[in-house]
């Protein structure tokens, strides 16, 4: 393996589930792209606090909920540092980036489009950043236009502008594609969206556990990620958005803790980010992605983008190296996610026989279907790559691939 600055048998220790087999031979996890593994400190977390601080946050005087509270909103401080954001209150927590985008659709998006105005997305989107756009632009007869791709699955930046116009009023874009891997150039999708009036969303589920994160710098009116993605928990994520826009939305969901007081009358809501979390949160999993952010934080996110991208230049070099061997996307710019296709074999059959060889990668059309479509295939093989992973775990793959080639034949 190339020098690095990670320590990456110390690192592969700390993930408990990578000392697992798998049909009897040692696991081959490459299916990051899907959820992510949990180090030890993250596990840990969550355990410490069901067994030590186990309360309701926001609600109690009492030692437990005073320290469940601190936990949780320090967790909240650590996403606001990780992304970069200017203020804590522009941090809201969400189940994942699927409900933070539906969040956005049915306020901002009901308060700021109308009937004939047009929203943005690209071909490149998870259909969690397709569908909630396609309810919103149906419900307010609103028109969604689609940025094509390239063969090398690229964003088509000219395209892009053409569609700009006065009529615009939100593009929703992914940061890295699940799909191919594709890094788009979200400043300048941003700044040119802002020259229109537009605002935008950005889809960093698969970016912030891979490079570097600065929501401030990027200028986007909105940026979700997941904690699963991200080496933390299931089931929470968060979402950035600039304050004054967050300021001015329509209360999304109502109930406990977004409110200030009730009577029959009339209620009062509470202030950012609170109004958008009604009900109790999910504790636990906040605490456990504040440990996955502080986990990556001492890895240093400059180390790990450095370290994956030459790992995922590796892998589809050496995949592209198998003649029976399609790779489906070769941006110029990409995360460590290969996505590919094998001569006369469906990809349900190669996941299936690499499974056999404790190789687990994902199979199928990624919930991202138009990408297929794009490329004229019904799936692809996916093999998506973290900073835990290693040359050596790759040349497995190709071994088994070769293995999937030889038993078609």
């Known amino acids: 393996m190339d020098a690095s600055p990670l320590d990456i048998d110390r690192i592969r220790r700390d993930f408990p589930i990578l000392q697992k087999t798998v049909n009897d031979k040692p696991l081959v996890y490459l299916d990051n792209a899907a959820t992510a593994q949990k180090p030890q400190a993250v596990i840990d977390a969550i355990s410490n606090y069901y067994s030590g601080c186990n309360a309701n946050v926001h609600r109690g005087v009492h030692r437990l909920s005073v320290d469940a509270t601190d936990a949780y909103e320090g967790a909240r401080s650590k996403i606001r540092e990780f992304i970069g954001a200017g203020r804590v209150e522009e941090i809201i927590y969400v189940r994942g980036a699927t409900e933070a985008i539906n969040l956005v659709a049915q306020t901002y998006g009901q308060a700021n489009v109308g009937t004939g105005d047009e929203v943005i997305i690209s071909t490149l989107e998870h259909h969690s950043n397709i569908v909630p756009w396609q309810i919103l632009c149906k419900q307010l007869g609103a028109t969604l236009r689609v940025v094509p791709i390239n063969d090398a699955g690229e964003f088509l930046f000219d395209e892009y502008e053409a569609m700009l116009g006065p009529r615009t009023k939100l593009v929703a874009i992914n940061h890295v594609s699940n799909a191919l891997g594709t890094i788009n150039p979200v400043k300048r999708i941003v700044e040119k969206a802002h020259e229109h009036g537009a605002a935008v969303l950005v889809d960093g589920a698969q970016a912030v556990p891979h490079v570097m994160v600065d929501v401030r710098a990027l200028d986007c009116d909105f940026y979700t990620f997941s904690s699963h993605k991200l080496f933390g928990p299931t089931g929470v994520g968060a979402l950035y958005g600039k304050f004054d826009i ?7 969901q109502s109930g ?8 029959f009358e009339k209620t009062t809501y509470n202030d950012l980010p609170y109004r958008f979390e009604a009900g109790t949160p999910n504790i636990a999993g906040a605490v456990g992605l504040g440990a996955a952010i502080d986990y990556v934080t001492e890895l240093g996110m400059d180390n790990i983008a450095r370290y994956e991208h030459d790992l995922g230049r590796y892998a589809a070099e050496a995949l592209s190296s198998v003649p029976e061997v ?12 290969v996505s590919f296709v094998v001569d006369g074999v469906h990809p349900h059959d190669i996941g299936t026989i690499l499974d056999q060889e404790g190789i687990a990668i994902r199979t199928g059309h990624h919930c991202a279907q138009p990408v297929m479509e794009r490329f004229g295939v019904v799936a692809t093989a996916r093999a998506s790559m973290a900073f835990y992973n290693t040359r050596d775990e790759i040349d497995k793959l190709v071994d088994a691939v070769t293995k999937v080639i030889k038993v078609f034949r």
């Not at 967050?246 to 999304?252: F, K």
């Not at 406990?256 to 009577?263: A, L, P, Q, Y």
């Not at 399609?326 to 996610?337: D, N, P, Q, S």
């Open 326 to 337: 399609r790779l489906i996307g070769t941006a110029r710019e990409k995360a460590a996610v």
């Open 256 to 263: 406990g803790d977004m409110i200030k007081s009730v009577t």
């Open 246 to 252: 967050l300021e001015a939305m329509p209360l999304y």
